[in-house]
């Protein structure tokens, strides 16, 4: 963690990075040959699993195919004018940006507080965190099938405790498996965004609490006006990995309740799925990925935006 | 001067220092909530796993069973459960140990080189962890096809290799680049060429690294779920969660069994936690971190 942390500072510092002009530079030019070569099996794969099905997608949102078929046909503006008129991916697109709003809304403050919480006090730390990360280890295949097994309205946990108000019909019931959804969501990634708060916390300097003391402010207002603003770039990349994160949402949700009931959960992600591989319509699946991939871009460029201009590199990973 | 000052206020206020426990209180408070969120789910999941399928329905829930039984286990582990292990640790090993290879070698180049080639690298790398996987799925599937990959565990290999990319160069590049410069003119005056300064200079030193870039991109194929789903249709290419997925689907009155089925799958990551849990909590959020 320490080491992880430790890289930022010291790349825009000056030091190590910057060569001596002159004689180097020369060294350098020559040198360059033999080590550029080192780069070509990365960018060549990626380029080839990475952007090449990225460029694919927009292309093949404008063909026919069935996925059975050998090759897809040229089809023109179809899929997206269908798409973008079908009340089906209006939901699935409603769905999405409530989900995430939703889920942000709820992970963001118990990842902030548990982010501060084991990042301070040293006794309890090192416990409960062991048991916090636990999540973190599991398929989201695992932790739903898991749920859907406590949860289930005849067998599960909550219907054998004999607790009415907790034996209702959780993944059945179209307006309460968003609840669940959201919070399966949460239990899965709030110790990864709380990771990230305990790293941004322990990074705060000790000095600003010490001197906010001697000026008399209070606990609650050292929160607000130091542990807040100096996590300014850790919420935003919680916030941006969150977010986009909702976007792509897919193995929880599917394994969960696989769009059910109904279309209730059928989420972008999910809808791009049963149109391609369940209705063999890969045309407008690919529309759906697009928008998928652009309104992800979009809201990540807006959050960065929001950290302002000296937002450092690693708030590219949100991206 | 600091010092004094630092030690007169820990020592002299205790109003004060009690004061500064109330944000513990209430982050306390949401900590112990917390746990029992998350702890109450797993609690309930290892305790079911262990009872006999016809007691599940008849005894409390939260009471361990009287007499535990791994019958649940066994039942799992009669499903070709070693098969779909054996393909998760093959697909796992064979992602993470190449993407790392490769990345390494890509942020070294990135790092100590300075064409233009390398600095549009850099910027197409950076660009590609932008790259959602999920909504590359249907050209990656048609690709997949045409190279007559379909239904092989290559076909989940290959695009987690590419999708392990980006981030791998990232937080790989930004450790070579705290190797103090003296290190690499002195491999450079001693005549070794890129290639082994490289190997025998940078790669030891950032091994910490290379193990936090391994430990987040296995976990992540290792619950990786999209790919095989899609890629493959064979019962015996299924990896782990895929293979929890279709077990689910036909033992679903018997809990016990699926909930084992969760452990067991999940236990190869938990004996690795207990291993080495510093590595693996800092490869987690490897470069998300400020």
């Known amino acids: ?319 | 001067m600091a010092t004094a000052t630092d030690s007169s206020t820990r020592g002299a206020t205790t109003s004060r220092s009690r004061s500064s426990k109330r944000p513990n209180w209430v982050g306390g408070l949401m900590g112990w909530v917390w746990l029992g969120v998350i702890v109450v789910p797993i609690y309930w999941i290892v305790i079911t796993s262990l009872k006999p399928s016809s007691e599940y329905f008849t005894t409390n829930p939260l009471l361990p069973s009287a007499s535990p039984t791994f019958d649940a286990y066994q039942l799992v582990l009669e499903n070709d459960f070693a098969r779909y292990f054996i393909n998760s640790v093959l697909v796992t090993l064979g992602a993470v140990v190449p993407a790392v290879l490769i990345s390494f070698m890509a942020a070294f180049a990135i790092v100590r080189g300075k064409s233009r080639f390398l600095r549009l690298s850099s910027g197409f790398l950076l660009m590609g962890l932008a790259v959602p996987l999920q909504a590359t799925i249907i050209p990656l599937y048609l690709m997949i096809i045409r190279l007559q990959l379909y239904n092989s565990l290559l076909a989940v290999i290959l695009p987690s290799i590419a999708f392990a990319i980006p981030l791998a160069v990232l937080v790989l590049g930004n450790f070579i680049r705290d190797v103090p410069n003296e290190l690499f003119e002195s491999m450079r005056l001693d005549g070794t060429s890129e290639w082994g300064t490289a190997w025998r200079l940078a790669f030891p030193l950032v091994r910490p690294a290379i193990v936090t870039v391994s430990i987040y991109t296995g976990l992540q194929v290792w619950n990786g779920f999209l790919l095989p789903l899609i890629f493959t249709d064979r019962q015996e290419l299924r990896v782990l969660p895929l293979a929890l997925w279709t077990f689910q689907g036909q033992y679903s009155v018997n809990v016990p069994a699926v909930l084992a089925a969760v452990v067991l799958s999940t236990l190869p990551i938990v004996v690795f936690y207990v291993i080495g849990r510093r590595q693996l909590v800092s490869g987690l959020t490897a470069g998300f971190s400020k």
Request: charged share 10%.
């Open chain 1, 1 to 319: 963690m320490a080491t992880t942390t430790g890289t930022a500072p010291a790349r825009t510092g000056p030091g190590a990075a910057a060569p001596a002009p002159g004689r180097t530079s020369e060294h350098r030019s020559t040198k360059t040959g033999s080590v550029a070569w080192m780069a070509i099996p990365a960018v060549a794969f990626f380029a080839f699993f990475g952007a090449v099905p990225l460029v694919g997608v927009f292309v093949l949102s404008f063909m026919q195919w069935d996925g059975l078929s050998p090759s897809p046909t040229w089809l023109g503006l179809g899929n997206w004018t269908s798409i973008l008129t079908d009340p089906v991916m209006w939901r699935a697109m409603g769905l999405t940006f409530g989900i995430m709003i939703f889920s942000w809304l709820v992970q963001t403050p118990i990842s902030l507080l548990l982010g501060v919480f084991t990042a301070g006090t040293q006794k309890y730390r090192a416990v409960l965190a062991v048991l916090y990360f636990l999540p973190l280890l599991m398929s989201a295949a695992a932790i739903s099938i898991a749920f859907k097994a406590l949860l289930d309205p005849n067998f599960g946990l909550a219907a054998s405790l004999g607790v009415p108000w907790l034996a209702l019909n959780w993944l059945g019931d179209p307006t309460l498996v968003l609840f669940v959804v959201i919070f399966v969501l949460s239990w899965m990634y709030v110790p990864f965004h709380s990771l990230l708060y305990q790293g941004g916390v322990q990074q705060i300097p000790k000095q600003m609490y010490e001197a906010a003391s001697i000026d008399g402010a209070g606990t609650v207002r050292q929160f607000f006006s130091i542990t807040l603003p100096q996590l300014k770039y850790t919420i935003i990349t919680s916030s941006t990995l969150m977010v986009v994160g909702s976007m792509t949402a897919f193995d929880l949700i599917f394994v969960l309740t696989g769009g059910g009931p109904g279309n209730s959960t059928r989420v972008l992600a999910l809808d791009m799925y049963l149109r391609a591989f369940r209705a063999n319509q890969m045309g407008p699946g690919s529309v759906i990925a697009c928008l998928i991939v652009l309104i992800g871009l979009g809201l990540a460029l807006f959050l960065r935006r929001l950290g302002g201009k000296d937002a450092n590199s690693s708030q590219m990973e949100g991206l």
